[in-house]
């Protein structure tokens, strides 16, 4: 058994849509099958598809929460900060922290900043792959950066104590984010572009940029973030991008972000939460030591929360 921690799955958006139990579904994330951890800790992020329009946004967001909220297992606790995750694991819970996948739910009114933070929210992912009025998501021909209130919104989400993600956005707008940060940024669900080439993945100056300003990288187990041929994806992908992150001096910086009931096609072996053992196994049959596996599945992610999330 393990400690495992991740920092993103689209679970809330299925259990919603398909109207199931989070503690006992056929989803990549059904809590019965997570006994094989000591500790475990997810982002649950709430998506906003890029169909949605104006008001249709914010309410999906708010049927989303609501569902999670009056089906909450008892197992699950929903954590704020790093003191509420500790608590959760000494009373042997699963800890559940917030996060939103595209600011357009915001619908350009600053104010509901300050109701996310309010209802718990600590990650935010500025886009989806489209425009929304934060910024142009990396989809997006001739992207631009940041808008006015794009900027504003950041520096407001850091003042409440919200991470940014920059996972979806353009690189004009990770440009921006690198400019007006004052506070540590993350991708939450991000591979290395390097090993392939897809549009959503890192380049090696923006993995470079999160690493120095002491952020975190998620790494995501889409078949097609993994491998150029999507389908063909292993075990051994995964631990390729995890090599090549470490080669850029990311020992302190990788993580998961699995992306699990966000993607259709997994790596060969995996089918859900149930089988991060292999990947956990798999490297250390590869002589990483025990010590950075742990970092890379657990501590990492712990220790930044103990700085950022207060």
């Known amino acids: 058994m393990f400690n495992f921690a991740d920092m993103h ?108 933070a309010y209802l718990g929210v600590k990650f935010i992912t500025l886009t989806w792959n489209e425009s929304n009025e934060l910024a142009d998501g990396i989809r997006v021909e001739n992207s631009k950066g940041l808008t006015d209130f794009g900027k504003k919104a950041v520096t407001k989400m850091q003042e409440k104590n919200i991470i940014i993600d920059v996972s979806h956005l353009s690189e004009k707008g990770f440009l921006n984010v690198c400019e007006i940060s004052k506070k540590p940024f993350v991708a939450t669900h991000s591979n290395a572009k390097t090993i392939c080439k897809h549009f959503r993945n890192l380049s090696d100056e923006q993995f470079k940029a999160i690493v120095n300003n002491k952020g975190l990288v998620g790494i995501n187990l889409c078949g097609g973030f993994l491998n150029d041929i999507e389908d063909n994806a292993s075990i051994d992908d995964i631990i390729r991008h995890i090599d090549y992150f470490l080669s850029l001096g990311g020992q302190n910086t990788l993580c998961f972000g699995a992306d699990f009931d966000g993607v259709d096609t997994l790596p060969k072996g995996i089918k859900g939460i149930s089988n991060i053992d292999l990947i956990y196994e798999q490297m250390l049959k590869k002589n990483y030591s025990q010590k950075l596996v742990d970092k890379i599945f657990f501590e990492n992610f712990i220790d930044f929360i103990k700085i950022n999330l207060i």
Not at 53 to 65: A, H, L, M
Not at 94 to 112: F, H, K, P, T
Request: hydrophobic residues 35%; aromatic residues 12%; glycine residues 2%.
């Open 9 to 116: 799955c689209d679970t809330l958006t299925e259990i919603f849509t398909k109207k199931l139990k989070l503690e006992d579904n056929n989803l990549h994330i059904s809590l019965n099958k997570t006994k094989s951890f000591n500790n475990y800790c997810q982002v649950f992020a709430i998506w906003t598809n890029d169909n949605l329009k104006g008001e249709q946004r914010y309410d999906n967001f708010i049927n989303v929460y609501n569902y999670f909220l009056n089906n909450k297992p008892q197992k699950i606790n929903i954590c704020k900060n790093y003191n509420d995750v500790i608590n959760s694991f000494e009373n042997n819970k699963i800890s559940a922290i917030l996060a939103v996948e595209d600011a357009g739910m915001l619908n350009g009114r600053i104010e509901r900043i300050d109701f996310l």
